[in-house]
């Protein structure tokens, strides 16, 4: 499978953001998927996950109650709508593919390529 992440942009703090992973090549469905992010000078750090049918989702505790990752199997397309944004949600996201829920960067077999959010004060 192959990924494409979008929707990353600059917005205040308090506002909102749509990510999306659009899916391509092999089944998208058999995957579990997340969200990771990256900011500048640290390590790449868990933000979500996802099983594969959607039933099931993880979030990181610096997250949770403001950001919800969802998918759209028919549509091959993974989100994360990102509320009440902080400037410390400031990083490079990235969607990433497993055939487990990825929890740990240095484990994950397919990652797309970042999308950058800015939160500023």
């Known amino acids: 499978v192959q990924l494409q992440a979008s929707g990353g942009g600059l917005v205040q703090t308090g506002g909102s953001l749509r990510l999306s992973c659009a899916a391509s090549?092999?089944?998208?469905?058999?995957?579990?998927m997340g969200w990771f992010r990256q900011a500048p000078g640290k390590e790449r750090e868990f933000v979500a996950n996802i099983n594969w049918s959607g039933g099931d989702t993880y979030y990181a505790d610096s997250v949770k109650g403001r950001f919800t990752i969802s998918r759209d199997n028919a549509k091959n397309v993974l989100y994360l709508q990102m509320n009440s944004l902080k400037p410390e949600d400031t990083a490079v996201y990235f969607c990433?593919?497993?055939?487990?829920?990825?929890?740990?960067?240095?484990?994950?077999?397919?990652w797309g390529q970042g999308t950058q959010v800015t939160v500023s004060s």
């Open positions: 090549g092999r089944r998208f469905s058999s995957y579990a």
């Open positions: 990433a593919a497993d055939r487990r829920p990825p929890q740990t960067a240095d484990l994950v077999s397919v």
